[in-house]
């Protein structure tokens, strides 16, 4: 069992950064890949990056490579997304999960997700 609480969201202009975080409770952490998705409103969630249990791999969607970064600590538990050059179109609520493999990029394949931090890049 994980429970994950992410932090970091707010408000950004369009050109900047922002890092969120998502800790983690439980002994099994660093056994699970980590994920990290976001819903904007009247969408559907949609994958943004995930990271293998280790932290030497790294998966990212397309619309964000070049700008984010994925990254964990597993001996703090924790899980991050530096996100650069942010554009309105990033506004959404962003989640982390926890799943079996860091090359899933579907909901189903994560069993375990945090409640979401807002993110909104204005104009």
């Known amino acids: 069992q994980v429970q994950l609480v992410e932090s970091g969201g707010g408000l950004v202009q369009a050109g900047g950064s922002r890092r969120l975080s998502c800790a983690a409770s439980?002994?099994?952490?660093?056994?699970?890949?980590m994920g990290w998705f976001r819903q904007a409103p009247g969408k559907g969630r949609e994958f943004v990056a995930a990271?293998?249990?280790?932290?030497?791999?790294?998966n990212y969607a397309d619309s964000v490579k070049g700008r984010f970064t994925i990254s964990r600590d597993n001996a703090k538990k924790t899980v991050y997304l530096q996100m650069n050059s942010l554009k309105p179109e990033d506004t959404a609520a962003y989640y982390c999960a926890a799943g079996a493999h860091f090359r899933s990029v579907t909901v189903k394949g994560y069993d375990y997700w945090g409640q979401g931090t807002q993110v909104t890049v204005s104009s």
């Open positions: 990271i293998s249990w280790s932290g030497g791999r790294t």
């Open positions: 439980g002994r099994t952490f660093s056994s699970y890949a």
